[in-house]
């Protein structure tokens, strides 16, 4: 049987009822294994894996506003993911002066490289927020699945979670990505079990959805589904048995749908007014005019810094950003640049196990669909519609709800069934496992896996700037002594890691003799002078397929 927060009108699991009170441990320790094995790839990642482009951004931002009460740094994101990588910094004694006059990106340099703190560990303390965070959202996606399909969907759903190489690599880094992706979920699983018990579950929805909010602005898209759902919710409890009564269960809706705006809009501004209980704000200057249908944004219930926050986010937007896609470089965003990432960066079993809970779900767990793959969809094609192609980390909520939706293929009764779902499984397993510890650059095995995707896709997909110090170790063994010309794309400062490199754009290429290092998103968008570098240059490494070590005679 399903478990309490499911309706009648919801296909019993497969197998028909629910484990006895023997097959608890069992199921108990499969969740435990499964967390276990995420929480060491995460944490291996991060313990190796030097700051990526964003996170010293987060990480200076997180220090100023706590220390100084000040929104100054950052407002293109809302503050709550920030504040959640500082809970992991407050063990970390770290200070910035109040009359710091650097940018954003300067102060994230300041913080990591010049407080006179390992800049490896002030990161593992900022990341290790977002593990623990990651691994609270699996838990969400097992029970959302379990609600949905009973304890082996739990366990299929938890299982595509824990081996996605895109929640693992995006999940061990002190970002916003996974998070706001998470609470997401949360809001529709919450908003599912309201269907028996909105009193209990409808707040807390709005807290999720208010959470979301309050890490990254593209949460937004989600809200007008969330309050579609409310109603859907509350409908279901009450039930409907006359036209009267459909008014009045309608009226309810409205009202339940009001109140968990209220208390979204509650969380965001909460998430404010603990770094600034005053709130004083500055605007920044330059902040761009907004006109048309974005001028409706300033309508919205929020702090001024939020709604000054989206300005600086759509003048993002209104920049023209350089796509590299299946090998091509494109000059400005192309409309199926997620799918078609997501296809590459998705592991084959997990891809052919999302067609078939897509499926699964649409005929046989049908009004579950709309709490699982309608969020999906409109996130998504509201992703799709940005300007920014830099990779699939805008869309993470896609495996966190296609892993819920997979689960739906155990309700299929069939011996081939569940052959197909264990071998699909074991197959993103091994696939997933092969590629540790470098998950940021996965891509599966139709695209060659982690070493071919810098052919496929650039930036965070590839290259994110996180292999600085796996590359300074590379040149102490392999190549001492010998003339180092690096072309880095990233945050980290080369020579705090002991690497000693010249920039070979810098000078005339008949110069350029030894060790030509280079990102692999640089080589994707290499202009004419690194172009012809290259050409006249050898690949002898590859660094965490990240970066390629050339030499040049």
């Not at 959302?144 to 366990?155: E, K, N």
């Not at 989206?310 to 409309?335: C, I, K, N, S, Y």
């Not at 997501?342 to 891809?351: E, F, M, Q, S, Y």
């Not at 689960?407 to 397993?429: C, K, L």
Request: hydrophobic share 50%.
């Amino acid at each position: 049987m399903i478990t309490a927060a499911a309706r009648e009108d919801v296909p019993p699991p497969a197998g028909g009822r629910a484990p006895g009170r023997w097959r608890r441990w069992p199921l108990a320790f499969a969740v435990a294994a499964l967390l276990a094995e995420m929480a060491i790839a995460m944490l291996t990642a991060a313990t190796e894996q030097s700051p990526t482009i964003d996170e010293p951004v987060y990480v200076g931002a997180a220090i100023f506003s706590l220390e100084h009460h000040s929104l100054r740094y950052n407002p293109e994101h809302p503050p709550l993911g920030k504040l959640l990588v500082a809970t992991g910094l407050a063990f970390a004694d770290v200070h910035v002066s109040p009359g710091f006059a650097g940018d954003q990106a300067a102060l994230g340099r300041s913080v990591l490289y010049e407080t006179g703190h390992d800049p490896g560990r002030l990161m593992l303390l900022a990341r290790v927020p977002v593990i623990v965070l990651t691994l609270l959202f699996g838990l969400v996606v097992f029970a959302f699945a379990r609600d949905l399909t009973g304890p082996a969907g739990g366990v299929v759903a938890l299982a595509l979670y824990a081996f996605s190489p895109d929640l693992v690599a995006h999940g061990s880094l002190a970002t916003l990505d996974v998070p706001v992706a998470g609470f997401l979920v949360t809001s529709a699983w919450l908003l599912w079990r309201a269907r028996r018990r909105p009193g209990r579950y409808l707040p807390l929805a709005g807290l999720a959805l208010g959470a979301a909010v309050a890490t990254k602005m593209s949460a937004l898209a989600a809200v007008p589904v969330v309050l579609v759902l409310v109603v859907l919710s509350v409908r279901q409890a009450r039930g409907i048995d006359s036209p009267q009564r459909t008014l009045r269960v309608l009226g309810t809706g409205a009202a339940a749908a009001l109140g968990v705006a209220l208390i979204a809009v509650a969380v965001v501004w909460a998430s404010y007014l603990v770094i600034d209980p005053r709130l004083r704000w500055v605007p920044p200057p330059g902040l761009p005019p907004v006109g048309g249908l974005r001028s409706a944004a300033g309508l919205l219930p929020l702090p001024e810094p939020y709604l000054d926050g989206m300005r600086v986010q759509f003048g993002f937007e209104d920049q023209v950003w350089t796509t590299f896609l299946f090998g091509e470089p494109h000059v400005g965003a192309l409309w199926y640049y997620l799918p078609a990432a997501l296809l590459v960066k998705t592991p084959l079993g997990a891809l052919a196990l999302w067609a078939a809970g897509v499926a699964a779900m649409a005929s046989r767990v049908r009004p579950a669909a709309l709490y699982v793959l309608l969020p999906a969809a409109v996130l998504l094609a509201a992703a799709m519609t940005g300007s920014r192609d830099l990779g699939v980390r805008y869309a993470l909520f896609v495996p966190m709800f296609l892993a819920i939706a997979a689960a739906a293929v155990v309700t299929v009764r069939r011996r081939w069934a569940s052959v197909f779902v264990a071998g699909m499984v074991a197959w993103v397993a091994v696939s997933s496992l092969r590629t540790f510890p470098y998950y940021l650059p996965y891509s599966n095995e139709a695209f060659g896996g982690p070493a071919r995707t810098h052919r496929q896709l650039h930036d965070s997909n590839v290259d994110w700037g996180q292999d600085l110090a796996r590359l300074a170790g590379r040149l102490r063994q392999r190549y001492p002594g010998e003339r180092v010309w690096l072309v880095y794309k990233g945050s980290g400062v080369p020579s705090a890691y002991g690497i000693e490199a010249a920039d070979p754009l810098a000078v005339p290429p008949s110069e350029v003799h030894g060790l030509l290092v280079v990102s692999d998103s640089s080589i994707a968008k290499a202009g004419d002078r690194l172009a012809a570098l290259l050409r006249t240059s050898v690949p002898v490494d590859d660094v965490g397929h990240s970066i390629t070590i050339h030499r040049r005679p």
